[in-house]
């Protein structure tokens, strides 16, 4: 993590006294107050920054998990399906092509659910675009399904298994879904670097990085269910896992089909 004190120190500057981040937030709220601006709508910003800035834009609505909106944070079937089929049209692919691309995108980047009450799973935008772009530029699928721009999702897989418990808790993920008491909204940086790392702290941070996802079920005691939400994902923590038992470049080798 490049030593938490110097990233720390950079992310405080940003957000706190009069940083940059935090100096553009105070303006939109008070632009709210009669300066023209009725509402804003905002979206990409972090639960952990939306916790940080609070003083300076404590008018902010959390929206992310409303059922009205369960939907905005990923492309639907239909969205990708339609997409699809105008890359096979210029493509000069016969039409029955374009349920083969639906299929074969369905099992490897759908699954995600950000409403425990929606039945609605969603595509993840970095993954699918990239599979679409590298389609429609080429005309073939692409070899490897997973897009490196996911990179930063390894580092945050890298972070919960650095922490307590963390490395079993990947390993029970790639294993079977999680039952969590509740997420956790207010994250921010001052938890992560010091506070208590609870198993709903962990499973909150991978839920909101898109590591885990909804399963619109509860246990029985009224837990919510969280799960990986397609291969690709499950890729990612079989990789981590090999890394984390496997330290030396030899092993990893050796290891490497096992975990394929």
Same mark, same amino acid.
């Given at each position: 993590?490049g ?40 979206t990409g ?11 300076g ?12 909106f ?15 089929e ?9 039409? @029955?092509m374009? *349920?083969?691309?639906? #299929? ?6 759908? /699954?995600? +659910?950000?409403?425990?009450? =929606? ?20 005309? @073939?699928?692409? *070899?490897?399904?997973? #897009?490196?721009?996911m990179?930063?999702?390894? /580092?945050? +897989?890298?972070?919960?298994s =650095? ?12 294993n ?14 001052? #938890?992560m670097?010091?506070g ?11 839920f909101?990085?898109?590591?885990l996802?909804?399963?619109g079920?509860?246990t ?35 290891a ?5």
């Open positions: 993590m030593g938490h004190s110097q990233s720390s120190g950079r992310y405080e500057k940003l957000l706190f006294g009069e940083g940059a981040v935090k100096t553009i937030f105070k303006a939109v709220k008070y632009a709210t107050k009669g300066l023209g601006l009725d509402r804003a709508f905002i910003v972090s639960p952990v920054i939306m916790s940080d800035i609070t003083s834009h404590n008018i902010a609505e959390n929206i992310s998990l409303a059922p009205k369960a939907d905005m944070c990923g492309f639907s079937d239909a969205e990708v399906g339609d997409t699809l105008r890359i096979v049209r210029e493509c000069g692919f016969p039409s @029955e374009t *349920e083969e691309a639906s #299929d074969m995108m369905r099992k490897f980047y759908n /699954g995600h +659910l950000f409403c425990p009450r =929606s039945d609605d799973l969603l595509y993840n935008p970095t993954l699918a675009l990239y599979f679409m772009k590298y389609f429609q530029s080429c005309c @073939e699928y692409p *070899e490897d399904m997973l #897009d490196e721009n990179a930063v999702e390894r /580092g945050k +897989l890298a972070y919960i =650095s922490l307590s418990g963390g490395d079993n808790l990947i390993m029970k993920a790639l079977e879904p999680l039952g969590i008491q509740h997420l956790i909204r207010g994250l921010n940086v001052e #938890d670097l010091s208590p790392k609870s198993t709903e702290f962990m499973a909150s941070m991978l909101y990085s898109g590591l996802t909804l399963t079920q509860r029985d005691i009224g837990n919510l269910i969280l799960k990986i939400p397609n291969p690709v994902t499950r890729r990612l923590y079989a990789e981590r896992i090999r890394e984390m038992l496997l330290s030396e470049s030899d092993d990893r080798s050796r490497r089909g096992f975990a394929e």
